[in-house]
């Protein structure tokens, strides 16, 4: 996190003081993202979440005598793309350094990472409010191996890991709160699988947090900052910010001597809701930084630059402001269909299919998503559902032409949800076809109207609404297979016969 103060605390970025007691937060995040290769990013490794420990290694990166790495060029073709999307500049000239440090899951004894020429610096990403998180700088890097605690007095190590091409993100102490740093986060993640560079899946550690989290006065400098380690959920990024926040403030406040904020590096523990100390804080000195003498520079002509700007596609702000110019969609309906590019695609083609795009939108906001958390409705979740964008278009259609009414097509549609069966066959096996014979249809509006003096003198002063307490009975009466619309026509022409 870059230490200059940049607008944090000025009038126009100022966080609310009256959540903080008057204290000024100061925060800035670092994200580790996996990309998303089918190899190492040294080696020809191929790496698979999931595999059995410790069989998708290779002489390179578990570090045998005299193996060396070599760059894949994949890897850094989705980092530049990374960078591009996220508005950044990419350097012509950049190299590799060892970061050295001693931990198990770490084979070779350092890291090879980037130190003070990263291939990447600048650009940012700007919140729905308007104000802008500034990135410092994205450098290119190999993941460490993974170490499993819980076996006791026992540590396995699993190097199935070890040499994954992350990208890590840091950002200027640009963000002012909880909430700004969960939207930071989500409107990155959607940014950089858009762009290809990754899946950002959580749940399967290709994309990390550390959080960088102090509190000043106004006018005063900053004082010591806590680092927040493996967060494995932008909710728990929120609530660990929003703990740390009010630990440190209670500190402060309470001029206790025998109570300090140290630099440190912090754990949150979820189900308590509190910040627990780790580690003390290591400075970057500690790495013993120096360049690494295995591989060359990374030199990026305007040949490679410009093949990677093309392969971007249509960023997420680009294809929200689409959805609404050209499909008529409005900002919330955008915002949720373009949470991820597998849910985009899908509203995308039903839309082409059914003609409608409202439509299309409404149904699967209110009827395919309904089901799903916001964690599920990435790729995963959308591809693995019996019903197919062709399918929800199907059953649209069936809606428009009269064949199905609302409730109807609700209940085909969880129908092709449990089945995968197409619209027209479920209609016909359930038994669902709207009626909109005349002739049955009017015999039930009669049965209706009996005894219902109140609504018929209602809707004969003017006041035809009141007709809406009399479709209820037609619909029961047809077993849910009425056409409303029709219902309501018939029952407004028989009062008006009426003497």
């Not at 309470?254 to 590096?265: G, W």
Request: aromatic share 6%; charged share 25%.
């Amino acid at each position: 996190m870059s230490t200059t103060p940049a607008t944090v605390g000025s009038a126009a970025t100022a966080p609310d003081p009256a959540r903080w007691k008057g204290w000024i937060p100061v925060i800035g995040l670092e994200v580790h993202c996996q990309l998303k290769t089918r190899t190492k990013l040294f080696c020809g490794c191929e790496y698979r979440f999931g595999a059995e420990p410790n069989t998708l290694t290779c002489a390179v990166c578990t570090a045998q005598p005299g193996a060396l790495p070599v760059l894949n060029r994949e890897a850094l073709a989705l980092a530049v793309r990374a960078g591009l999307a996220l508005g950044a500049e990419i350097a012509p000239w950049s190299k590799f350094d060892r970061k050295n440090y001693f931990y198990c899951d770490l084979p070779k004894g350092y890291q090879i990472s980037q130190f003070d020429r990263p291939y990447c610096k600048g650009g940012g990403i700007t919140l729905a409010n308007g104000h802008r998180i500034r990135l410092t700088r994205i450098h290119l890097e190999e993941d460490a191996g993974k170490a499993i605690h819980d076996r006791g007095a026992q540590t396995l190590v699993d190097l199935n890991r070890a040499s994954v091409p992350l990208i890590e993100s840091v950002t200027e102490a640009d963000v002012r709160s909880p909430e700004e740093a969960h939207e930071y986060l989500d409107r990155l993640k959607e940014i950089l699988q858009y762009a290809g560079a990754s899946d950002c899946d959580m749940e399967k550690g290709s994309l990390r947090v550390d959080v960088n989290v102090s509190v000043h006065r106004p006018g005063e400098p900053w004082r010591k900052r806590v680092e927040l380690k493996n967060l494995n959920s932008f909710r728990n990024v929120s609530a660990a910010i929003e703990h740390e926040l009010a630990r440190q403030i209670a500190i402060y406040e309470s001029n206790d001597p025998s109570q300090q904020v140290v630099q440190e590096t912090r754990l949150f523990d979820a189900q308590a809701g509190v910040t627990r100390s780790m580690r003390g804080k290591e400075e970057a000195h500690d790495y013993r930084y120096f360049p690494e003498p295995d591989l060359l520079p990374i030199e990026i002509d305007a040949a490679f630059l410009a093949e990677q700007r093309a392969a971007l596609g249509e960023l997420p702000e680009a294809k929200r402001a689409r959805f609404q110019s050209e499909l008529g969609l409005s900002e919330y309906d955008a915002g949720v269909l373009t949470s991820s590019p597998a849910l985009s695609r899908w509203f995308e083609e039903c839309a082409r299919l059914c003609g409608s795009p409202k439509d299309a939108a409404n149904w699967i906001q209110n009827e395919i998503l309904r089901g799903l958390s916001a964690e599920q409705r990435p790729a995963s979740a959308i591809a693995e559902l019996r019903v197919t964008p062709a399918g929800l278009a199907e059953l649209i259609g069936l809606a428009h032409k009269g064949t199905l009414n609302v409730p109807g097509a609700r209940q085909v549609l969880r129908a092709m949800l449990e089945t995968g069966k197409g619209a027209a066959a479920l209609v016909q096996e359930l038994g669902l076809e709207q009626v909109s014979d005349t002739g049955a249809l009017e015999q039930w509006c009669r049965e209706a109207l009996v005894g219902k003096d109140k609504v018929i003198a209602d809707v004969k002063a003017g006041k035809e609404k009141a007709i809406g307490a009399l479709v209820g009975p037609v619909m029961k009466a047809s077993k849910g297979k009425a056409n409303p619309q029709v219902v309501t026509e018939i029952l407004l022409r028989l009062v008006k016969e009426l003497p």
